[in-house]
């Protein structure tokens, strides 16, 4: 199978030639169902884990500890843009707690990463422990291979500032505006037609055909390694390494859904309905995205972690 995101509505370069200093590279993993090895990067799979290693646990005091739950491993091999491990590592592994019962809320995920360095794995734990009892579904992945492909993203529209950032959100408002006023006419027209007659439903067809900055030529969707991170929900917040307060890099981004009704422009060719759009079954808060980041001097400092 080979999945890959269609070309771009337009050049947004081209349109706005300071975007190319903020240029960077994300890689989409398409996860689609499938049956992967530990020696595979998957999601929702079998981790390559020491034999003899302890499989880890949430301690917290919600009423099922246990076991916490394989989320994701990530080779640097089929990952351009997964960032360096520590000390050499080449493999990323995602662990997390099937509950919403953690942090100052009580409601907040709880989210393990390991790195480690494949090769020095001999013998691969098996069977590998599952939690008992799991709080939600979405916390449960469906196993999938992925299929990695490398994308152009530019920074969220928010995180532009000076004279870039207010032609861009200009040129914004002016899409929308005019997005609208062709919806109208094109409602219009077929006010005066039929519409039970020919099927018609209107609204939507005319403002989805026009591209947004923010919808198709920015941050793309879905589960990826690196690239930009999109600020939906909170708006732009602050990734500053707790270890050494650097500015932090998107590491890995966790996402409910491949594509939104906003962003259908990233959707790959022949992929519909939930099998494409949720392939791994997993949804993160309010079905949005989870955004883990990285220190980019120091790997092996504390990651960070944003929902949107």
Known sequence: ???????????????????????????????????????????????????????PVCDEP???????????QLYARDVPDLAAGPDGCDLLQVLWCPFDLHGPTGHGMHVQLRWRRSAE????????????????????????????????EYPYIELLTGELGERVEEWEDAQEEAAYEAEDEEEAAYEAQDEEEDGYEAGGGARNALPSYQSDLSVAPGWKAGGHAAWNVTGPGSTDCPGCGAGMRLLLTVDSYEWRADSESWRPPATSGADGNRPTGVAVGNFGKLNVFACPHDPAHPHRFSVQ
Do not use: K
């Open 121 to 152: 794995v001999r013998e691969v734990l098996a069977p590998q422990p599952a939690p008992a009892h799991v709080g939600f579904d979405g916390y449960l992945p469906t196993p999938c291979v992925l299929h990695p492909e490398r994308v152009t």
């Open 1 to 55: 199978m080979t999945l890959t995101t269609p070309p771009r509505p337009l050049d947004v370069e081209a349109l706005f030639p300071g975007l190319a200093a903020h240029r960077a590279t994300a890689t989409r993993l398409h996860p689609r169902a499938g049956s992967p090895t530990a020696r595979d990067s998957h999601v929702g799979g079998p981790l390559l884990w020491p034999a003899g290693e302890p499989w």
């Open 62 to 72: 919600h009423r099922h500890s246990g076991p916490l739950l394989a989320v994701a």
